[in-house]
């Protein structure tokens, strides 16, 4: 292609179809099943600071799938609807995980949490010892 950009694998009707490697032109590649043309299957998408593996439909994230995002240092397991987390999954940030129901990319109900680590109220994450550290101080 004249962009910099190739596809290795299979075709049905001159289209990518069955399983196949898409190197783009920027540092991204999917590796993964194809149907008339698009993403659709299962795959591994890795760009430069992400990696996705898991479900794909019709060129985007649909189903279960986990990404780790390098740029916030977190890994996130669970269901995509569109391309957003939608569903039930687990966020492991920095040695603390947050289990619960996303809605539109954002967490709208939490279960459980590793407790001794953080506890998350309002929006904001809480370090249960910062009350205790600076108890012992005052």
């Not at 190197?23 to 008339?36: C, M, S």
């Not at 669970?78 to 539109?104: D, E, Y």
Request: aromatic share 20%; glycine share 14%; with cysteine.
């Amino acid at each position: 292609r004249y962009d910099g950009s190739r596809y290795e694998g299979e075709f049905k009707n001159n289209l990518f179809d069955g399983c196949g490697i898409y190197y783009y032109h920027k540092d991204k590649i999917y590796l993964g099943q194809w149907k008339v043309g698009k993403k659709n299957g299962y795959g591994i998408f890795i760009d430069k600071n992400k990696i996705y593996i898991g479900n794909f439909s019709t060129e985007k994230k649909n189903g279960f799938g986990m990404m780790y995002d390098k740029k916030k240092d977190n890994l996130y397991v669970g269901f995509w609807k569109g391309n957003i987390q939608m569903g039930f999954g687990k966020l492991f940030a920095k040695k603390k995980f947050k289990f619960g129901k996303w809605k539109n990319k954002k967490n709208a109900e939490w279960f459980s949490s590793n407790d001794d680590a953080y506890n998350y109220l309002n929006g904001e994450i809480i370090d249960p010892y910062e009350k205790e550290t600076d108890s012992k101080r005052g």
